[in-house]
């Protein structure tokens, strides 16, 4: 397996139209993009790119490919989480959570309903 790397803002963009789309041509992609739609040859280039990283594969129709994620979004996710906690925040998800709520002006029932939900993580799972 390739070793997994951040994606770029327009990477980024085009998977997240194939994690929702699971499988699409790339006018399908453009088409999911609001106006002004970028180039099709720049989504096109784009989405070789992607499959070079191995985040997508395709299925060729003659000269067109159908592609379609090869990196689970949760992967990714995980992936991008763990990255920013250990790049911005020194590897503490309690600093990430701190900060957020500094920086959202968390109010308590906020702040309530995040703890439970992470104590509901530590439960395990049946």
């Known amino acids: 397996m390739v070793e997994m790397k951040e994606l770029t803002k327009a990477e980024d963009q085009i998977m997240q139209i194939l994690w929702k789309l699971e499988k699409a041509f790339v006018k399908d992609i453009v088409d999911q993009f609001p106006n002004p ?3 099709y040859n720049t ?15 395709y299925k060729a129709y003659g000269k067109t490919h159908e592609y379609y ?4 979004k949760e992967k990714y996710t995980h992936f991008y989480l763990n990255n920013l906690v250990k790049g911005y925040f020194g590897g503490s998800f309690q600093s990430l ?4 709520a500094a920086e ?7 702040i309530d309903q995040l703890v439970k ?6 439960k395990p799972k049946k």
């Open 117 to 122: 939900e992470l104590e509901n993580l530590k």
């Open 104 to 110: 959202n002006k968390m109010d308590v029932q906020d």
């Open 97 to 100: 959570v701190s900060f957020f």
């Open 37 to 39: 739609k970028p180039a």
């Open 43 to 57: 989504v096109s280039t784009i989405v070789r790119i992607l499959e070079k990283k191995g985040f997508i594969g």
């Open 69 to 72: 994620p090869l990196i689970p």
